[in-house]
């Protein structure tokens, strides 16, 4: 059954285990500074995280941001880096280039756009769908109508997002909830260390 993401599950993604006895934490748009002692985390995690990232490292997950709008691929783009630096992603302006990188890039979530030039994106997911049945596709929406939702989940959608509703804190809550737990991991074990020496 489809996912209709009308909001994030929690305001912010959940602390990983590594951390969970600190006695404090922050996550980007909270206020209070915190100390992380480096002890917490594994001398190994840390060691891993600056050497030859992505290289036998982690597991490659990609991510192809199709949407029309320019300035909203980049954002989305940037927003999920920040978060999660070492999952490749590109981006299709119109469906012609979707369906090219989709058969090239290969991509393992897809965030599309409803409205694209000379095409539905609904129609556009029936396509991808067709030839890579195990892709996750995000349905982006200014506007959550029931006739959306059906229509999402008659065409293979997994998720319908009303973009325009939507933070870089929700949607790097889905994202994470889409990945792999070890590719979470990694990268979070990777995200602690360098916000561990940076306050260090």
Known sequence: MISIRTQASTKYPSIPSSFRNSKSFVYPGQTESCQPTI???SIFAVLNAFRNPGVGFIQMFKILIVDPNDLFRQS???VIVSRFPLIDIQEASDGTECMEKVKRFKPNLIFLEIHLPNQSGLDLACRIKIHRSDVIIVLLTSYDLPEYQTAAEESGIDHLVPKDEWTGLDMIDLVKSILPD???NEHEDRW???HTFEKS
Do not use: P
Request: proline share 0%; net charge positive; hydrophobic share 60%.
């Open 39 to 41: 002890g917490i985390i």
């Open 76 to 78: 989305l783009k940037k």
């Open 182 to 184: 070890k590719v979470v």
């Open 192 to 194: 602690m260390a360098n």
